[in-house]
């Protein structure tokens, strides 16, 4: 592929999975266009194998996908896969197909499969990463440092930087577990003489912030309430430490690539994919449990 190739990034709106496949886009030199798809019914109830015709019965909100087909098509998740193989036929077999994730479908549809170890995906086109594709850069990381860092300026040191995600099909975060949490990094906070620089996700329950919220004001602290820019670059950039929840595959691997001690507080629930992924980090060297 040579440099400034056309890319059609397939957005579904799942910014997780948007920042896997933009990520690597732009770090592959290619001219990125993000393309959304909504997934109409049936269909979208359906594996990717059944559906039909995908190009032709898009869901409303659906950008058109028409010629000049792009030289790159890259989708993360299920949402687009059929899309994504419609796409490349479509062009004759001229654009490249990358898939982010276990496809669970015939990798002969594709060019390139990247997924994960925990996905356990296996053959002659499939690339293995250990975490999360994702799209922090040093680059990114030195801007919103410079964003940020007046901000941070008064709060003592080490700042402990924390990385909240939300309830998923695997874990539950509620108001029980925001207040176990915020107990644990009160006293992390008062043992160090720190800080505490805390961000939550779309995902996270307004009752759970607000308990972390109330509880963290016992120390320095700093909790994003959704109004302005999101500090989440910065925190990852200026924190001594960074505390992420085990929910998100995608901030423990953002996390781990700033090169900074990374704690992962567990969450009750998890399943034998997210078991493997932390398990795996922490034989490596890359996170330790955190115990306040």
Request: net charge positive; proline share 5%.
């Amino acid at each position: 592929m040579g440099s400034r190739q056309t890319c059609w990034v397939l957005s579904n709106g799942i910014i997780g999975m948007d920042n896997q496949s933009l990520g690597l886009a732009h770090a592959l030199g290619l001219d990125v266009v993000k393309k959304t798809m909504v997934a109409s019914a049936p269909w979208k109830y359906l594996p990717p194998q059944l559906w039909l015709a995908p190009l032709r019965f898009l869901g409303a909100g659906s950008d058109a996908f028409v010629p000049p087909w792009p030289d790159v098509v890259i989708g993360t998740g299920r949402l687009n896969i059929a899309l994504s193989i419609a796409i490349k036929r479509a062009s004759g077999g001229r654009c490249f197909n990358i898939r982010i994730q276990n496809p669970h479908v015939a990798q002969r549809h594709f060019d390139v499969i990247v997924a994960p170890l925990h996905d356990q995906c296996k053959g002659a086109n499939v690339i293995e990463t250990l975490g999360a594709v994702n799209s922090v850069t040093t680059a990114r990381l030195n801007a919103a440092a410079t964003q940020f860092s007046a901000r941070l300026a008064q709060l003592p040191r080490p700042l402990i930087g924390v990385l909240i995600g939300g309830t998923n099909r695997s874990y539950t975060l509620d108001a029980v577990f925001a207040a176990r949490l915020a107990d644990k990094l009160i006293a992390a906070a008062r043992s160090s003489g720190g800080s505490v620089v805390l961000t939550p996700s779309r995902r996270t329950a307004p009752e759970a912030l607000t308990v972390l919220k109330q509880r963290l004001a016992a120390v320095p602290s700093m909790v994003w309430d959704g109004n302005g820019d999101n500090p989440y670059m910065a925190y990852l950039a200026l924190a001594d430490y960074l505390v992420v929840t085990a929910d998100s595959v995608n901030m423990a691997s953002e996390a781990c690539f700033t090169g900074k001690p990374v704690f992962v507080e567990g969450l009750t629930g998890g399943s034998s994919k997210f078991e493997q992924f932390h398990r795996t980090l922490q034989q490596r060297g890359y996170t330790r449990s955190f115990t306040g």
